[in-house]
């Protein structure tokens, strides 16, 4: 009220100009998105993601040799491996998450005390996931570098997790990022599990 002025610049921009600021990872953008929106799409976004990561996997069990008949699609969607990889990514990112909130909350317990903290900082982390969607065109033009892709888009991905939790929980850069690294501990815990049992992750 008193500059007659929005705190938030992001009200008046265009959605395309927030969108483009969120994927430069700008934390005024992810505070316009996480407390100024009524974006109520985390889950479905969440479980879209596990669909792409639980695809890039069953893509690379698959024999290369084998002739993949593209009006086969039916018997492609009854491959008992892609809902094992689905399963497998769900476990894994659940144990990221787990990570991530054992490490905030040992650290700072003080910032996680209510039910409605957790809840938006799950749902910031869900949101700042939306990089695993390049995947789609990671494995639809598949070329040489898709490996590389895989690790960049990996990484921009977790740039986000940091920028998600640094907004949502108002802290420096060194804590989300121990949390992270914490969560990415636990995450190839469970990666290791499974090798030992003898899936194929």
């Not at 993601?49 to 993949?68: F, G, M, P, T």
């Not at 895989?150 to 991905?157: A, H, N, Q, R, T």
Request: with cysteine; glycine share 4%.
């Amino acid at each position: 009220k008193s500059c007659q002025k929005p705190v938030d610049k992001y009200i008046e921009y265009d959605p395309v100009i927030i969108l483009i600021n969120a994927v430069l990872c700008k934390a005024q953008a992810y505070r316009h998105i996480l407390f100024n929106t009524k974006i109520n799409i985390h889950g479905k976004l969440c479980i879209f993601c596990l669909l792409c990561e639980a695809y890039l996997r069953w893509l690379q069990l698959q024999d290369s040799s084998q002739n993949i008949d593209p009006d086969d699609l039916i018997r492609y969607a009854k491959e008992w491996d892609f809902y094992r990889m689905f399963g497998i990514a769900s476990l894994e990112q659940t144990s990221f998450l787990f990570g991530i909130f054992i490490t905030l909350w040992w650290m700072r317990p003080e910032m996680l005390k209510t039910k409605s903290d957790f809840i938006l900082l799950l749902k910031a982390l869900l949101l700042s996931t939306y990089g695993k969607l390049l995947l789609i065109p990671a494995v639809i033009w598949e070329h040489d570098y898709t490996p590389l892709c895989l690790v960049f888009i990996k990484v921009f991905v977790l740039i986000s997790n940091s920028q998600a939790i640094r907004v949502t929980l108002n802290l420096n850069r060194m804590l989300p990022w121990l949390a992270i690294i914490f969560g990415l501990i636990l995450e190839n815990g469970v990666v290791c599990l499974f090798q030992k049992m003898g899936w194929d992750v």
